[in-house]
């Protein structure tokens, strides 16, 4: 009998010891040192009660009250032993309101090598008013993008890197992005657009547009894409547009310097609207496309392509010549141009 009792202690035992891993614990900011008005940094308190939750055998929540908490940079690192963290807001996140204090850093909530974390509710204050006071002043502010990382896997889906519209005077410098969709996407409205030096892959590339989905729409105009280097992408420059009548239009595009490694479709004109003798020129290009057709120009018949230009080109595939595709489009060809210009 006495022997049955010990089992029937040690299987309690057991059952008291799995039952109080599987009680969720609560980690308060407040009682951490947060404080809730909006000016005492509280970037302490939030990383104090991830490590908490981060190390716990237990599911854990980390709890931010009602309020408002200036939160600096702060990095949410993994691997943890806990799988199971829920982060829920029911305050406002504060970030600095000085948008150069995170220029260094380049982040402001960041999670890195976590599994099943969930975010639940909260508002996420970036203090975007300072900036925009700044614009409308016309102070010297930020401008461009200079020394960008974006890193995405290339299967993930509309993942552009960097999205430029109603936009004038940007440059893109010294960047590297890796995405599942555009490295830079260039829609309605684009002007004086610069980019140069930037590695792009995996992703789809560069793309103008689309554009003509609207009768009345805004147009892209001067815009320099130069010494770029694409890897295993869809597409090197790709403009797209709607095959219909529409105000939009792309004129004074520059692309130079470009090499290609492993790209689908080097340059491509999709269903484009090219407005008549607007320059789009493609000049210094070379590499090895992953196809056979490295230039490929596939333009409405209702509204071709003209006025475009394919200097110094040079493109093989497999060390072979590669091929070109004109549909309703039109230009000039100079110096060497492999595939065949079939403009």
């Given at each position: 009998m006495a022997k049955h009792i010990s089992f029937l202690v040690i299987a309690l035992v057991l059952n008291f010891f799995n039952t109080s891993l599987a009680i969720p614990v609560t980690y308060n900011v407040l009682s951490l040192g947060a404080k809730p008005d909006g000016k005492t940094d509280s970037t302490k308190s939030l990383i104090s009660a991830w490590a908490a939750a981060c190390g716990s055998p237990r599911p854990a929540t980390i709890y931010v009250p009602p309020g408002r908490y200036f939160v600096q940079q702060v990095h949410f690192r993994g691997a943890c032993q806990n799988k199971a963290i829920m982060i829920r807001i029911d305050g406002t996140l504060v970030a600095p309101s000085d948008y150069n204090a995170l220029r260094s850093v380049g982040n402001w909530i960041l999670f890195e090598g976590v599994n099943g974390v969930t975010i639940s509710g909260g508002i996420l204050d970036g203090q975007g008013t300072g900036l925009w006071a700044c614009k409308t002043s016309s102070k010297l502010c930020p401008s461009g993008a200079t020394g960008v990382k974006v890193?995405?896997?290339?299967?993930?889906?509309?993942?552009?890197?960097?999205?430029?519209?109603?936009?004038?005077?940007?440059?893109?410098?010294?960047?590297?992005?890796?995405?599942?969709?555009?490295?830079?996407?260039?829609?309605?409205?684009?002007?004086?657009?610069?980019?140069?030096?930037?590695?792009?892959?995996?992703?789809?590339?560069?793309?103008?547009?689309?554009?003509?989905?609207?009768?009345?729409?805004?147009?892209?105009?001067?815009?320099?894409?130069?010494?770029?280097?694409?890897?295993?992408?869809?597409?090197?420059l790709r403009i797209k547009a709607w095959g219909r009548p529409s105000s939009g239009f792309v004129q004074g595009v520059l692309f130079q310097h470009a090499v290609m490694i492993n790209v689908q479709n080097p340059i491509v004109i999709d269903q484009n609207y090219c407005p008549h003798n607007l320059n789009c020129p493609g000049q210094d290009i070379h590499g090895t496309p992953a196809t056979p057709v490295a230039v490929k120009f596939d333009c409405s018949r209702n509204n071709p392509c003209t006025g475009i230009r394919l200097e110094d080109v040079k493109l093989t595939y497999q060390n072979q010549p590669a091929a070109a595709s004109c549909a309703n489009a039109g230009g000039t060809s100079s110096g060497l141009v492999e595939p065949t210009s079939c403009l």
């Open positions: 890193l995405a896997s290339g299967t993930s889906p509309n993942t552009d890197g960097i999205h430029v519209q109603l936009s004038s005077g940007v440059s893109i410098l010294r960047s590297k992005i890796s995405t599942g969709d555009d490295c830079v996407s260039i829609g309605p409205g684009t002007a004086n657009l610069w980019i140069e030096n930037v590695v792009c892959g995996p992703g789809h590339g560069i793309s103008i547009g689309s554009l003509g989905k609207d009768l009345q729409e805004a147009g892209v105009q001067n815009v320099t894409i130069k010494t770029v280097t694409f890897k295993g992408t869809q597409n090197g």
